[in-house]
């Protein structure tokens, strides 16, 4: 055997893929949320028929729970299929912190042309899209008030605070009696309950809806939202209201169960493809 044949067969180097590999990034969860995922599974194999997804969770802490991949180690495994294009859709609500992590890992990533998918509220006409979806579990006005919970961000410089503020400002605007508040950082919960205590709301409504806009409403509503005991229910029902969270089965209802929003997701995955195909 010479030595060109030696090296050939030695090296067996894989064959390359002719399409783009697709990565779902998800911050991921240790709750019974998580069985929000199959949402997305489902409506994203009916949709993408064929289309294997690879996974990658950004929570370091989840990730060490449960031994999920990084972002780095999925494109890590997509490299070594033979890849050499990607779409990286992350399954993120706002373009925050750990949306420009993603961004820094997909543009500097070494032996693979990345492609970023945007949040689900990555464009003004986006964010009014979602807030029609998320109408039909608004009370109306005569029922009482709604109170949309946000993640929010504890950086005071960090560029998503006018995504939060703007949409605290726009359905203030929009409609009569509902309000935004953020779990950390702006719009802020304790000045939001303030005035609402200020405005004397809980003798005009009786009665209050809080909204997740979370992907999962896992640990944030269990505990931060609707626990018994220092949670936002707590301190509106010292006021007065009746507070409710909408619920699907015994876990309370994030985004990923609106069938419309899970498109609107793999509208944007469509789009970064379109694009991967371009370039």
């Known amino acids: 055997m010479d030595q060109h044949g030696y090296i050939g067969r030695k090296m067996r180097l894989p064959k390359l893929q002719e399409q783009p590999a697709v990565v779902i990034a998800v911050f991921g969860s240790s709750s019974r949320a998580e069985a929000a995922l ?104 005569e029922q009482g008030l709604n109170l949309l919970a946000l993640h929010g961000t504890p950086l005071a410089a960090d560029p998503v605070n006018i995504v939060y503020l703007g949409l605290e400002r726009l359905v203030a605007d929009l409609y009569p009696n509902v309000l935004a508040a953020g779990i950390e950082g702006v719009p802020d919960h304790e000045a939001i309950l303030t005035r609402i205590k200020r405005q004397g709301l809980a003798q005009r409504y009786r009665r209050v809806r809080i909204i997740p806009l979370m992907y ?24 007065g209201f009746a507070v409710e969270c909408p619920m699907v089965g015994d876990s309370f209802k994030g985004v990923a169960h609106y069938p419309e929003i899970i498109s609107f997701f793999l509208e944007r995955l469509r789009r970064a493809l379109t694009l991967a195909d371009y370039y």
């Open 38 to 141: 199959e949402c997305f599974r489902t409506q994203f194999s009916s949709e993408f028929a064929g289309v294997e997804p690879y996974w990658a969770y950004t929570s370091e802490i989840i990730r060490k729970k449960k031994g999920l991949p990084s972002l780095q180690e999925t494109l890590a495994q997509v490299e070594a299929a033979g890849y050499r294009k990607v779409v990286v859709q992350p399954l993120h609500i706002f373009p925050g912190t750990e949306y420009q992590h993603l961004a820094e890992t997909c543009a500097f990533f070494p032996g693979l042309r990345v492609f970023l998918g945007e949040s689900l509220l990555h464009r003004w006409d986006f964010v009014r899209e979602t807030l029609a979806v998320l109408e039909q579990d608004f009370l109306a006005p």
């Open 216 to 239: 999962f409403a896992g640990m944030h509503a269990e505990e931060d939202l609707m626990d018994e005991h220092g949670s936002w229910r707590e301190a509106l029902a010292e006021m």
